[in-house]
């Protein structure tokens, strides 16, 4: 089955910095990435995805980046903000709600 | 538009009780699928439904059901429980129906101790 690594497993950046997540997963059928940000004590929440007909997605600060022949995909944070510290779950899935979440990165923003 | 809702939210029992946990799916999502979230495994999908038919189911063991009622709200249940047991249970609706991939909507989880 699908199996899906994240590194680094914890982060920690001056704020106004630049953060990167990086993301692979195993099945090559897979075609939709979420990345879900989860703050302390609260519920993950969808923050950005992009499906495999896409190489890159922008939403203001945060962008992803999809390479399917390496299959691995990238969250991209600029101009980071205490509010950022989080921790990061990318995801992946080939249909249906079924998802296989990577193990979580831990970001700290350090003012 | 309320969102999703589970109860309860905390919970404490013992090895070999079971337990029933309950998920209210955002108002006209069908699809409610099921996580479990522990420190050291991450988020792991336990299985999911859609329109009361079990759709697909991750690699847990049968002592972890559910069900999912006409009106979408569905429960978990967990049978002979163990120590390993203890964890946030996350409950997710999501919109699109078929094959179609879409966002998760979270609910706070209800988080089981056992003791």
């Known amino acids: 089955g699908e199996n899906v690594e994240q590194h680094p497993s914890t982060l920690s950046v001056q704020e106004g910095d630049s953060a990167v997540i990086k993301c692979t997963y195993s099945d090559s059928a897979s075609n939709y990435f979420p990345w879900y940000k989860q703050e302390l004590g609260k519920r993950p929440q969808l923050i950005i995805d992009i499906r495999s007909n896409v190489g890159e997605k922008k939403d203001q600060r945060i962008a992803v980046t999809l390479n399917k022949t390496a299959k691995h995909f990238s969250l991209h944070i600029t101009e980071t903000q205490p509010e950022d510290s989080a921790v990061y779950f990318c995801a992946a899935s080939k249909g249906g709600q079924n998802f296989v979440f990577g193990p979580g990165t831990r970001l700290s923003v350090l003012p | 538009k309320a969102g999703v809702t589970q109860t309860p939210r905390y919970l404490i029992k013992t090895r070999g009780q079971q337990v029933t946990l309950s998920c209210s799916p955002i108002s006209g999502h069908r699809s409610v699928s099921w996580y479990q979230q522990t420190p050291g495994q991450g988020l792991q999908f336990l299985f999911e439904?859609?329109?009361?038919?079990?759709?697909n189911k991750g690699n847990f063991p049968g002592r972890f059901s559910g069900r999912q009622f006409s009106n979408s709200r569905s429960e978990m249940n967990v049978s002979t429980l163990e120590l390993g047991d203890s964890a946030l249970y996350l409950c997710?609706?999501?919109?699109?129906?078929?094959?179609?991939?879409?966002?998760?909507?979270f609910g706070e989880g209800s988080r089981l101790t056992v003791l």
């Open positions: 439904y859609f329109s009361e038919t079990q759709r």
């Open positions: 997710a609706s999501s919109l699109p129906a078929g094959a179609i991939t879409g966002e998760l909507f």
